[in-house]
């Protein structure tokens, strides 16, 4: 038997990692321990359960325990390690099934011990009818409590992704819903501009929508705000995630940014043989250099991945996270990558913006839809440091040739030059992203 | 007055060029002939004007020659300039609505006289029922020719893209279509293997397609090949298209690749004081590096745009083209760039390839899609070099990351680790260019 690789988290950023790292290292000893049900799941998809499109929570699991236990991988579920020795190599455990506790001991470390949803310290926070939702197993919890309380009215707090997705997911079942949040504008990862249109379609659809009220505490039947009461059987708690890294800090390895775990290009931690992935996790952003906590499933896979191939032995890095995020809300299609008004500001750049309003197809097809497309470059030569698109059918993904541009320091120059697909069911001739590289271009002088 | 710029096509080529000259120098004089009726119109519309998608042929036209004379731009359509003196600066012009020649002096000369659909010397070519489509002038004779006839059994004689979309747009109009080609596989700027998916999709929309079989006559009611004989009261003639530079080339004007107009990086042709952008022109395959002579609309508004920046005074350079090209055939999105396993070949690339088959969005989402994805990358350090996708609602635009990708010089590695957009309703949590661009990295070796 030849070393062995723990792996303390069973979702994307751990099992990726562990698929990996066997793939390389066959006599590797890999145990993963999951402090929940389940395995390699899609927590994006939470949503499109509790709205009805996706209709088991089953489907949401991308790769079952007995798959990997199959290649190898010794996944245990509602396995909770409390505790970690990094110097003499061993993890306290918790198996929650049986409530045992036993130790473990590791050669290789990898944590993937995910996010937690803020839960701020106020009056009711802790009532059974206030979810977060980041897991499966919390998704689990609010299905069953759904089907108790049967939820008039729903209200949520805070309005990022997640929280907006659940949002129009209680409208599609028949519930009254509001947005509490406390900034001014929702989804702060926009310019408020370009969020003003996410709330006009929030509103368009039914959602009532109360900006600029930081909620003050949680009763059986309502939610509270500085500005009055808003009913609600059910709460829902949007603001964001905590990289969940108690455990590793506690064990001497470093933290940085939002308290999320230091690692290198090679996903590496700051003790030697420890990995780390995920929504744990801290990445540098490429545009501005800047460290940033991201919890997204994509970066997880991907960071997983990088870390699984050198723990295995073999060689990857991971160049850093773009910014990018797409949704849909409210039939809205939202797309946004690199970095903000407030973030390029943030981090030293001076640049042009270019805002234009088109359509995502040539105008005179029937299914034309408008969008908009907004672009930061930086002065100068030009490079792309950001985009925000949104709109109808085919807006959101419009991002990517932007987050390859940026990727690769591409200018706006370039962009207006590459011959990207054009033909009447998808395009205008000149791409939307190019009208808005063209104007950019132009405001560069 | 100021120097003359005459242009020489209506189209986007000759009025992208015009409209940005005209910005750029106020005091140049600018005559612009068109020998058809109409400026700056979407030919790639045309099947969705026959499809009836698109009502009326003018919501084709993006700009009236009334737009352009408000902008100081002289046009003048049913225009037809039939010889150049380039030493002597003057055009022999055919007022063809008038019946009258006269001369018209230039200083600035700007070629964007198109392409004209090839029409193989055969018995019956010329016949009134077969009909090439390239002009919006040809689209006008079609439709006419449509009502007089009302045609059960149309033809398309070829299985190029334009071709291709005219055949469904028959199917829509209710007519029972064929497509004849002579090659073994349709649309054969894709590899066979994903060229045989296209041939899957319309024998699923219930167009007969008979391949290996060369046309060799047309008559009234039919077309000839070796094989026998198809009905046809209609033909269209889908065989791609040539180079109009024949004016240009009799001036002493050097052509290069399929006669097309050889430019250089600024769309200067060889003679001094000239330039040529559009479907007339050569272009360079910005990843191969060799001339190519592609006749797209959206490279002809890329090329006009650089041409009249020059013309102007400004400094605009056109990158090259990257063989993209997207449409959608019987409900299958089809989106290409780069180099086809032919091209990449010919050009002295070896490479390797990656197929995947998975889903546009999330598996478990209720529209997620088929899609296929093929990728060529480079032996050695994994360069992109081309990209084919095929699929359902949101394959064909996936191409312009890979578009992106292979104009920066990009390697699949840098694919696998950009930061693409992912949420249920567009991706799953690795793109499919990025499931296709993992299995090319592994490839590599």
Redesign the interface.
């Known amino acids: 038997m030849g070393d062995r690789l723990l792996v303390i988290g069973g979702d994307?950023a751990g099992m990726a990692a562990a698929a990996q790292a066997r793939r390389r290292a066959p006599d590797l000893d890999i145990v993963a321990l999951e402090k929940g049900r389940w395995t390699s799941y899609?927590a994006?998809?939470i949503p499109?359960l509790v709205g009805g499109?996706?209709h088991a929570l089953d489907?949401?699991v991308a790769r079952k325990p007995e798959e990997f236990r199959a290649m190898r991988i010794d996944v245990r579920t509602e396995h909770e390690v409390t505790g970690l020795d990094l110097v003499n190599r061993k993890a306290e455990v918790d198996n929650r099934e049986h409530g045992r506790t036993f130790r473990l001991g590791f050669d290789l470390l990898h944590l993937a011990t995910g996010a937690v949803p803020h839960r701020p310290d106020l009056p009711g926070i802790n009532l059974g009818h206030v979810h977060g939702v980041q897991t499966l197993g919390d998704a689990a919890r609010l299905l069953a409590d759904v089907k108790t309380r049967r939820p008039r009215h729903v209200t949520v707090v805070g309005s990022g992704?997640i929280g907006l997705e659940l949002a129009e997911a209680f409208v599609e079942r028949g519930a009254s819903v509001t947005v509490v949040e406390a900034a001014d504008e929702v989804m702060g990862t926009l310019d408020p501009d370009m969020g003003a249109m996410v709330a006009r379609a929030m509103r368009g659809m039914g959602i009532t929508l109360r900006t600029g009220e930081p909620m003050v505490a949680i009763s059986d039947k309502a939610v509270h705000t500085a500005a009055g009461e808003i009913p609600a059987d059910l709460v829902i708690l949007g603001l964001g995630v905590s990289p969940n890294s108690t455990l590793a800090a506690d064990a001497g390895v470093e933290t940085g940014r939002s308290d999320a775990i230091v690692v290198d290009r090679q996903q590496r931690a700051s003790v030697p043989g420890v990995w780390a992935a995920g929504d744990c996790c801290q990445s540098i952003n490429?545009v501005s250099g800047r460290p940033v906590h991201e919890a997204?499933?994509?970066?997880a896979?991907?960071q997983g991945r990088v870390a699984g191939i050198n723990i295995g032995g073999g060689y990857a890095?991971?160049?850093?996270?773009?910014?990018?995020?797409?949704?849909?809300i409210c039939q809205l299609?939202i797309?946004r990558?690199g970095l903000s008004e407030r973030e390029a500001t943030a981090a030293g750049f001076s640049y042009v913006t270019a805002k234009v309003e088109t359509t995502t197809n040539?105008g005179?097809?029937?299914d034309a839809a408008a969008v908009t497309v907004k672009l930061l470059a930086e002065r100068g030569a030009g490079r792309v440091l950001g985009a925000q698109i949104l709109g109808g059918h085919?807006a959101?993904?419009?991002?990517?040739?932007v987050?390859?541009?940026l990727?690769?320091?591409?200018t706006v120059e370039?962009l207006?030059?590459?011959?990207?697909?054009?033909?009447?069911?998808?395009?205008s001739?000149?791409?939307p992203v190019q009208i808005a590289a063209r104007q950019a271009l132009a405001d560069l002088g």
Chains 1, 2 share one sequence.
């Open positions: 994307g899609s994006c998809g499109y499109s996706v489907d949401l992704y490429l997204l499933g994509t970066v896979n991907k890095t991971f160049p850093g996270v773009a910014g990018t995020a797409v949704t849909r299609e797309g990558t040539s005179y097809m029937p085919g959101a993904k419009r991002v990517d040739v987050v390859a541009a990727t690769a320091g591409c370039d207006v030059g590459m011959d990207l697909g054009y033909a009447p069911p998808f395009s001739v000149w791409d």
